[in-house]
């Protein structure tokens, strides 16, 4: 009886062949390099697509996130450049309300303080009291109360300086009032124009009944 007869080795496979070139087919979108499917068994090799880089530039942000960036901080600076503003307004319409009111009295209450010797005859008669920056645009200000205690009408020059933590004094304000009659009150404002950040002190430093 005859046996069957066998292929040799180097025969063809047409079943092999025909899978291969079907695989090959199917993952042409995403495989490269695939394998002539060939009697020695070649192998589909998966090649990974590089990332997007064109909106990326080396050692920044995205664009996108970049601009965003770029407008907070603008709009944190501009409000701090409006509130700088505002408060400085603030403070040149305060000094220029006391001015107005100040003014007039103060070049009469520095020259009659000159020549006058200590600290006066009538520091007893005026008092100081602190003029909240909430309300004056951070200027530092004192609120000078004159009493006139006598019993008869007099005019009043009082010095107030403005002295640091070393009790230096940094800047002179006069204040004064004119003509004011027994037992009555006078409150002018004396300020400092020196910077805000400046941690002074006001003291009486002179005050004179004439």
């Given at each position: 009886?005859?046996?069957?007869?066998?292929?040799?080795?180097?025969?063809?496979?047409?079943?092999?062949?025909?899978?291969?070139?079907?695989?090959c087919a199917l993952a042409a979108g995403t495989l490269t390099g695939c394998g002539g499917g060939n009697e020695q068994g070649g192998s589909?090799?998966?090649?990974?697509?590089?990332?997007?880089?064109?909106?990326?530039?080396?050692?920044?942000?995205?664009?996108?996130?970049?601009?965003?960036?770029?407008?907070?901080?603008?709009?944190?600076?501009?409000?701090?450049?409006?509130?700088?503003?505002?408060?400085?307004?603030?403070?040149?319409?305060?000094?220029?309300?006391?001015?107005?009111?100040?003014?007039?009295?103060?070049?009469?209450?520095?020259?009659?303080?000159?020549?006058?010797?200590?600290?006066?005859?009538?520091?007893?008669?005026?008092?100081?009291?602190?003029?909240?920056?909430?309300?004056?645009?951070?200027?530092?200000?004192?609120?000078?109360?004159?009493?006139?205690?006598?019993?008869?009408?007099?005019?009043?020059?009082?010095?107030?300086?403005?002295?640091?933590?070393?009790?230096?004094?940094?800047?002179?304000?006069?204040?004064?009032?004119?003509?004011?009659?027994?037992?009555k009150k006078a409150q002018p404002i004396a300020f400092s124009r020196q910077s805000a950040d400046k941690k002074l002190t006001a003291r009486?430093?002179?005050?004179?009944?004439?």
């Amino acid at each position: 009886m005859p046996l069957p007869r066998r292929a040799g080795p180097s025969g063809p496979r047409p079943t092999a062949l025909t899978a291969a070139a079907l695989l090959c087919a199917l993952a042409a979108g995403t495989l490269t390099g695939c394998g002539g499917g060939n009697e020695q068994g070649g192998s589909a090799t998966r090649t990974p697509s590089a990332p997007e880089t064109g909106s990326f530039s080396a050692g920044t942000l995205p664009s996108a996130l970049a601009s965003s960036a770029s407008a907070a901080v603008s709009s944190a600076r501009a409000s701090v450049s409006a509130a700088a503003s505002s408060l400085e307004a603030r403070a040149s319409e305060f000094e220029a309300s006391v001015s107005a009111d100040t003014a007039r009295s103060a070049a009469t209450a520095e020259k009659a303080l000159k020549g006058v010797p200590g600290r006066g005859n009538a520091v007893g008669e005026v008092g100081m009291t602190g003029v909240p920056r909430d309300r004056t645009g951070g200027v530092l200000a004192v609120l000078v109360t004159i009493t006139n205690k006598t019993d008869r009408k007099a005019s009043y020059a009082v010095q107030v300086d403005f002295v640091d933590a070393d009790g230096k004094v940094a800047e002179t304000r006069y204040v004064g009032a004119q003509d004011l009659e027994p037992g009555k009150k006078a409150q002018p404002i004396a300020f400092s124009r020196q910077s805000a950040d400046k941690k002074l002190t006001a003291r009486l430093a002179k005050a004179q009944r004439y």
